[in-house]
T-cell receptor, first 114, second 114 residues
């Protein structure tokens, strides 16, 4: 069953705490992504990873970092979370980065920073 | 600046009716255009991908068109079902970007009522 799994599904953190969002995929996809989705806005790219230890900043990387030590696993880390990082975070994967690649999205992690 | 605009923002139809969702974009150079369906609290699921300068696709009750000259796409849903209630997101792939950058619209929220 080809899928992207995100953990946890829901998370509440206090401002200043560290946050770890996990993402796994079972399709051996090279490319993985982290997006955030806010009301009234399209998904915004935080980071993209082309393979193990090959990561690039997206459009809104400030306040975030990522880790990819295995092809099937991609983590998003918030060091000292801020209230404006309250959002829904989506992980996705694709075989390549071309427009004809199939993209598979996880179900999202809903993060509330208080 | 928003590069992908979707209309309407929301739409309510009765089960069995047809509906049309619009997507206008300013992404240049454009590559492929994709439509995704996002059920409440879930990830994005790809419905169709449009590639050619003037393209049409059909996937069951979903059909879509693309006119790259007009930078405009439509998604038609025929004989709507209650399960069609979701947010429909238009995504344009930027072929000028090394990241294979995806530009997301904010989505059209479709509600199908009995």
């Amino acid at each position: 069953d080809m899928k992207v799994t995100q953990m946890p599904r829901y998370l509440i953190k206090r401002m200043g705490e560290n946050v770890l969002l996990e993402c796994g995929q079972d399709m051996s996809h090279e490319t993985m992504y982290w997006y955030r989705q806010d009301p009234g806005l399209g998904l915004q790219l935080i980071y993209i990873s082309y393979d193990v230890d090959s990561n690039s900043e997206g459009d809104i990387p400030k306040g975030y970092r990522v880790s990819r030590k295995k092809r099937e696993h991609f983590s998003l880390i918030l060091d000292s979370a801020k209230t404006n990082q309250t959002s829904v975070y989506f992980c996705a994967s694709s075989l390549g980065t071309g427009g004809d690649s199939d993209y598979t999205f996880g179900s999202g992690t809903r993060l509330l920073v208080i | 600046k928003t590069q992908v605009e979707q209309s309407p923002q929301s739409l309510v139809v009765r089960q069995g009716e047809n509906c049309v969702l619009q997507c206008n974009y300013s992404v240049t150079p454009d590559n492929h255009l994709r439509w995704f369906k996002q059920d409440t609290g879930k990830g994005l699921v790809s419905l169709t991908v449009l590639v050619d300068q003037k393209d049409k696709t059909s996937n069951g009750r979903y059909s879509a068109t693309l006119d790259k000259d007009a930078k405009h796409s439509t998604l038609h849903i025929t004989a709507t079902l209650l399960d069609d209630t979701a947010t429909y997101i238009c995504v344009v792939v930027d072929r000028g970007s090394a990241l294979g950058r995806l530009h997301f619209g904010a989505g059209t929220q479709l509600i199908v009522i009995p």
